[in-house]
């Protein structure tokens, strides 16, 4: 069966980076978007950062813009958020999640990881 099973997060200070992993199984990673999300308690998942199969497009939120960097190395069927200038609002579950489309909205990714806790203290 397909498993997305994702890994580095943490506790970080403000200002510092994590770097998150979610290597998957039981598909063809380098024909699927792969896709970042995290959830707050009581809020909806949000778009973090999408990548298409072969890694050529990218999407960010705003929020994240030019301080989270996605990327993919099909070779070891894991894809990677790279995360720096970390605030304490970026504190929360983040998931990794696989679909046919590089687009924004949840429901639109088939397949999910367990999520990772990433918190940054202030």
């Known amino acids: 069966q397909v498993q997305l099973v994702e890994s580095g997060g943490g506790l970080v200070q403000a200002g510092g980076s994590l770097r998150l992993s979610c290597t998957a199984s039981g598909l063809t990673f380098s024909t699927y978007t792969m896709a970042w999300f995290r959830q707050a308690p009581g809020k909806e998942r949000a778009f973090v950062a999408g990548?298409?199969?072969?890694?050529?497009?990218?999407s960010y939120a705003d929020s994240v813009k030019g301080r989270f960097t996605i990327s993919r190395d099909n070779a070891k069927n894991t894809a990677y958020l790279q995360m720096n200038s970390l605030q304490p609002d970026d504190t929360t579950v983040y998931y990794c999640?696989?679909?046919?489309?590089?687009?924004?909205?949840?429901?639109?990714?088939?397949?999910w990881g367990q999520g990772t806790q990433v918190t940054v203290s202030s």
């Open positions: 999640a696989a679909g046919v489309r590089l687009v924004t909205m949840s429901r639109d990714y088939r397949y």
């Open positions: 990548i298409s199969p072969n890694g050529g497009s990218t």
